[in-house]
């Protein structure tokens, strides 16, 4: 048998399994619209498809003939019609009636669906992979705003629960001193129980190397206050709640799942945190990971175990100048959140009383746990955060919808005559669009679930991986019923916004002028250029908009790497220790420790200075409650806080920071001296109009303790590299207690080589000195952006895609357009036509659609932009060199785009394009 007649002769078999009568009417023309679905079909894959579509259309409906139903054929439920008579065509009864039941319906169309599907298979597998990142970064988005906004409390009976603050000396809400928590467990009458918190990071000695861990020091009382009892083992005892009871730890269920293999023996281990020996006693609640939002706390340590943090910590437990602690409480039976509120208020007063310097003018705010997602002095910023994070993801959605949408209502064009023949032998106007409708449904459903398993990947990738996320620890990024709610509706509104168009349109259509105009070129109906035409210019806007944010991100970060930080980070290297360490000291100081530390590095060869601080540039460290003298701020307690490092002598010649005003610290600023200290530029335009030299301040808890400021140096960079406006305090290193510290180190080669030798000085001063920090200045300003390069990074690759599919739209467009009008396009050429003007006119047409979407995006971006006003630096989040490129890009990208086909079309060969009509 010649191949070529193989597909005829199968297909006659098939027929041959309908009814005679049937053959004679309509064999022929099954027949020929078999083979002709079979001949469109490109590639092993497409072949396969389709021969699975024929074969189970035709044995499908032959049964269904058989037994007196309704005929399907090729897909199509027809009423059929004699030729000659026109009369319907009667198929045999066999009792069961004529009508098609539902489930037969949803049938025949999944699998009309599925078969057109893989007839397609890369058109699919591209439409797939398009609606994949759109919902996955949209669920990705979604998961992470949901976990710190949307979740409920993490208490059980959360109505019941309320969050307590004293304020901040200037008026905020802030943490409180564990003495004010002591006050706060007196109201029994209001409070049913009152626990204290205080988060921090300890280093955890594992079999496979140190780690870094997140704590939180708790009281006994905390179990009772979150309302879930401890998955193993037991809580802390109030007898925990007091220094020197020993060091004992909760660890949180989710540590004990994923770091200790959920191992039941774990209760009774000893694990080492900062060299202390910790006892694990309990793993916690299933499902808790901690009160700070979605911060995973992988252990609870009792306040017993305070020392594990520092002697500072300990002391802390007394002193109520240090808010350190977190308080929540639980309410009595039948007390509401306003009697709670009054009962603080009064303690607020009595406090103020009591210890006036400290408290006077600080209240104590009481919050309902529902109304704090993470803390009230940052819940504000956290809504338009996560708007323009829903946002951003929001619109590569759109993009991938509307390119979606178009390329399908290209498709639908091109299936014209199909969806014609379909109309023609029966089928209704509502069974067409369905068909369309489940197509789009089916592709978004398959890129829905793997949108899912990729934003689920994404989220543990940038959870385990170290400096992505700007905070200490882990996420629990955990996906919840509403997440999966969120997700089931994107792709439902998905699949109807890229599925509606052609949907519509396709069913619509007049079958008979389809037919008519099979085979030959034609011209779009208005209404589907109009359609067209908007997708491609809600493409244009979309992109626009994500374009001008990233190119505000990239200049803000180009001036950021710019920026001269107020020193010279060359030629710096530092090293940080701690002398927290059980054991280490013996009979030495820490300051005496330190300091043969800095000898011992300012010794090597190619170092020519080396400073102690307390404090480096370009990063968090401490800051002190603070009395100016003369100046009186607009609310709060009358103090500031001020962000303070203690440095030696040297410290601003090695960092090369001058000395503007008055001197430097000297041998005779130590102890038994005056008090003195320095300030920077900006503390002294704000506290003393600039001349601060002369001034004073003094600890708010310290009346009397005035000290002098002696110097005054250039402003510098404190927490970030951009920011040298921050008020900065500096006190001579001999004046406090010292137990950790960095030492400076300024070579007079290059920094990185002196790493190595620096740490081997380290370790013959003392074996037992920890090494916290080992890099260079270079280096340390790097790190600090890299947050601005991950931001503009990821923000540029989200343009990058908005433009490939913006011009992938215009492209498609502009290529179906001229191939409907190849052989009008090929005439007005063989008539003397100029092919230029052919090429600028249809690229015009589509310039037009482009400068709308451009218009409207330039004004959305005009309102959105602003929000990223907070990180940008050194550049107006309005600026118009960026909108204007952004407009420029987009349009020589979009015209191109039009080009290319257009160019084609108008070069082709008239008499082929003849041939063709």
Not at 55 to 71: I, N, Q
Not at 308 to 329: C, P
Not at 574 to 589: A, I, M, R
Not at 888 to 913: F, K, M, N, Q, S
Request: with cysteine.
């Amino acid at each position: 048998m010649n191949p070529r007649d193989r597909p005829r002769t199968l297909i006659r078999f098939l027929i041959r399994l309908y009814p005679r009568s049937f053959r004679v009417r309509f064999g022929d023309e099954m027949l020929e619209l078999a083979l002709g679905r079979l001949s469109r079909a490109a590639g092993p894959i497409a072949r396969l498809g389709t021969w699975t579509g024929v074969a189970s259309d035709l044995a499908w409906g032959a049964l269904m003939e058989r037994v007196g139903r309704r005929p399907s054929v090729l897909g199509a439920h027809v009423t059929t019609t004699d030729r000659a008579s026109d009369a319907p065509y009667q198929p045999r009864s066999r009792g069961w009636g004529h009508k098609e039941t539902m489930m037969e319906t949803l049938r025949h169309d999944l699998g009309s669906t599925v078969r057109r599907v893989f007839r397609t298979p890369w058109f699919s597998l591209a439409a797939i992979v398009i609606v994949a990142l759109g919902i996955g970064a949209n669920t990705a988005v979604f998961t992470f705003v949901n976990a710190v906004v949307l979740r409920a409390p993490p208490f059980a009976e959360a109505e019941r629960v309320v969050r307590i603050y004293q304020d901040s000396d200037d008026g905020e809400p802030n943490s409180s001193s564990f003495p004010a928590y002591r006050d706060m467990t007196e109201f029994t009458e209001i409070f049913s129980s009152v626990s204290a918190s205080s988060p921090d990071e300890v280093q955890w000695e594992r079999e496979d190397g140190p780690a870094s861990a997140v704590v939180a020091y708790t009281t006994a009382s905390h179990i009772d206050v979150i309302g879930y009892p401890p998955q193993l083992g037991r809580w802390f005892e109030p007898a925990f709640d007091v220094p020197g009871a020993g060091y004992y730890a909760v660890v949180s269920h989710h540590t004990w799942t994923n770091q200790m293999g959920g191992d039941p023996g774990v209760l009774g281990r000893v694990v080492r945190m900062n060299g202390r020996p910790v006892t694990i006693i309990g793993v916690g609640p299933e499902g808790h990971v901690g009160i700070d939002g979605p911060v995973v706390t992988d252990f609870w340590l009792s306040i017993s175990s305070t020392e594990v943090g520092g002697a500072f910590r300990v002391s802390n437990l007394d002193r109520r100048q240090d808010h350190w602690y977190n308080i929540q409480a639980r309410l009595a039976p039948e007390v509401e959140v306003a009697q709670a509120r009054s009962a603080m208020e009064s303690l607020a007063n009595r406090l103020a009383e009591e210890y006036p310097e400290l408290n006077e003018g600080r209240d104590i705010s009481v919050f309902a746990a529902a109304d704090v997602a993470l803390h009230p002095q940052v819940d504000g910023s956290i809504g338009p955060v996560a708007g323009l994070l829903l946002g951003i993801a929001g619109i590569v959605l759109l993009l991938a919808c509307s390119n979606l949408a178009n390329l399908l209502l290209v498709q639908g064009i091109s299936r014209s005559s199909e969806v014609a023949v379909r109309r023609a032998i029966g089928a209704s106007r509502g069974r067409i669009a369905s068909l369309f409708l489940g197509e789009a449904l089916l592709l978004a459903t398959v890129g829905g679930v793997i949108g899912v398993l990729l934003s689920r990947w994404g989220l543990e990738l940038v959870n385990r991986t170290p400096g992505l996320l700007p905070i200490d620890g882990q996420l629990d990024l955990s996906m919840d019923a509403r997440v999966l709610a969120f997700t089931v509706a994107l792709v439902a509104a998905s699949a109807c916004f890229f599925g509606l168009a052609p949907a519509l349109r396709s069913a619509r259509s007049d079958p008979g002028q389809e037919l008519r105009s099979e085979g030959r070129s034609a011209s779009q109906s208005r209404g589907t250029s109009f359609v067209q035409g908007g997708l491609v210019a809600t493409q244009v806007a979309a992109s626009v908009v994500l374009l001008v944010g990233a190119g505000l991100l990239v200049r803000s970060l180009a001036n950021l790497e710019r920026v001269d930080p107020g020193f010279d980070p060359r030629a710096i290297a530092y090293v940080q220790t701690n002398t927290n360490v059980p054991g280490l000291l013996g009979d030495e100081s820490a300051p005496l420790l330190l300091e043969r530390a800095r000898e011992a590095i300012e010794a090597l060869p190619g170092v020519e200075r080396a400073a102690l601080t307390t404090r480096v540039p370009v990063g968090f460290g401490g800051s002190t409650t603070t009395i100016v003298e003369g100046y009186d701020p607009t609310s709060g307690t009358g103090s500031v806080e001020l962000d303070f490092a203690a440095v030696d002598d040297g410290y601003f010649d090695v960092l090369g920071v001058p000395v503007v005003a008055g001197r430097s610290f000297g041998p005779d600023d130590g102890p038994g001296g005056p008090f003195v200290v320095m300030v920077n530029e900006a503390a002294a335009r704000r506290f003393w109009g600039g001349d601060a030299l002369g001034g004073r301040i003094r600890p708010q808890s310290v009346p009397g303790a005035w000290r002098e400021v002696v110097g005054v140096v250039a402003d510098h960079a404190i927490e970030d590299v951009g920011d040298t406006s921050t008020p900065m305090l500096f006190y001579p290193l001999g004046r406090g207690g010292v137990g950790s510290g960095f030492i400076v180190a300024r070579t007079s080669g290059s920094a990185a080589d002196a790493l190595g030798p620096m740490r081997l000085a380290l370790a013959a001063v003392n074996p037992a000195l920890p090494l916290s920090a080992l890099d260079t200045m270079e280096g340390r300003m790097g790190e600090a952006l890299r947050m601005p390069r991950i931001t503009a990074g990821l923000l540029g690759v989200f343009a990058l895609l908005a433009l490939l599919l913006a011009s992938v739209g215009v492209y498609s467009v502009v290529s179906f357009s001229v191939a409907r009008r190849t052989a009008e396009l090929g005439i007005r050429v063989a008539l003397g036509a100029d092919s230029r003007r052919l090429v600028g006119g249809a690229v015009l047409r589509m310039l037009a659609v482009v400068a709308v979407g451009v218009g409207v995006g330039l004004g959305i971006a005009a309102l959105v932009v602003p929000l990223l006003g907070g990180v940008l630096f050194g550049v107006p989040s309005l600026d118009p060199w960026t909108f204007g490129g952004a407009a420029l890009l987009l349009t020589v990208l979009a015209g191109g785009a039009a080009w290319i086909p257009a160019r084609r079309a108008a070069h082709a060969d008239p008499v082929e394009a003849l041939r063709a009509r």
